[in-house]
């Protein structure tokens, strides 16, 4: 929006801060923007690991150490809910931001909906797959 | 709005969140759960640092860093504007978020790099 010095002053209802306590539809909406939170989270603590990495193999040890005391596995779990709570509400939006046709028909949402989900379990395989060793 | 950079980001949120929930879960369960309480084996030091010699394997932590970080940007940023009422702060706002964004996504690949 251009900022002009003289533009006239709008008569506007201000929104309170807090609208969004208002119906539980609006903390929904309000709580999967925030579970964004706990992705740049994971994120962010990839890359210390990156860093701790590269730091030798004393801090390696020493952050192994401090990511398996009570409060960070803790904290970590409420991360995991988080994230859950994002690729759910992220996999179910894709039926209604995807139509795909075939021969003529639009495939149903569920199926969609289903085959999100097979990806969603073949990406937690590979990961498992990756980082899981015997 | 008409703003040209809108699709771009809205790229890289999309992007991300799709990454991000298909892989993050799984990455916080086994990393940051399941390790920690001796539940799973996870690569010691040596095992991790063989598994991102591949140039290749950097490139992909180095993608899923970058887009999720991106897709936190841009839902966070519309997060503040809407639900905090901060219109008046959109340049700023935005800077901060893509800016941080980007600086961690800058410090991740020369972190990557410098591995060795």
């Known amino acids: 929006m251009s900022r002009r010095r003289f533009h006239p002053r709008w008569f506007r209802r201000r929104t309170p801060i807090f609208w969004w306590l208002e119906k539980g539809v609006y903390v929904h909406f309000i709580v999967r923007e925030l579970t964004s939170l706990a992705v740049a989270y994971a994120a962010a603590l990839l890359v210390v690991q990156v860093a701790v990495l590269g730091a030798g193999a004393e801090a390696h040890a020493r952050f192994a150490a401090l990511l398996a005391s009570p409060w960070a596995v803790g904290w970590h779990a409420l991360v995991l809910v988080g994230l859950l709570y994002h690729t759910l509400t992220w996999l179910h939006l894709a039926p209604k931001a995807l139509v795909v046709k075939l021969g003529g028909h639009r495939v149903p949402d569920a199926a969609i909906l289903a085959g999100h989900y097979l990806g969603w379990l073949a990406a937690t395989a590979l990961v498992a797959l990756v980082l899981v060793r015997s | ?116």
């Not at chain 2, 992909?60 to 841009?74: D, E, K, N, T």
């Not at chain 2, 009422?85 to 961690?104: D, S």
């Open chain 2, 1 to 116: 709005m008409g703003r040209p950079t809108e699709p771009f980001f809205w790229t890289l949120f999309s992007a991300g969140g799709m990454l991000a929930a298909l892989v993050l879960p799984a990455v916080c369960f086994v990393l940051w759960i399941a390790a920690p309480l001796g539940w799973l084996a996870t690569p010691d030091r040596a095992g991790w640092l063989a598994l991102l010699a591949p140039p290749l394997a950097r490139l992909a932590l180095l993608a899923l860093v970058a887009l999720s970080l991106f897709h936190w940007a841009h839902r966070f940023r519309y997060t503040l504007y809407d639900g905090l009422q901060l219109h008046h702060l959109y340049g700023l706002i935005a800077t901060v978020c893509y800016g941080g964004a980007a600086t961690v996504t800058l410090v991740a690949a020369y972190l990557l790099l410098r591995l060795g």
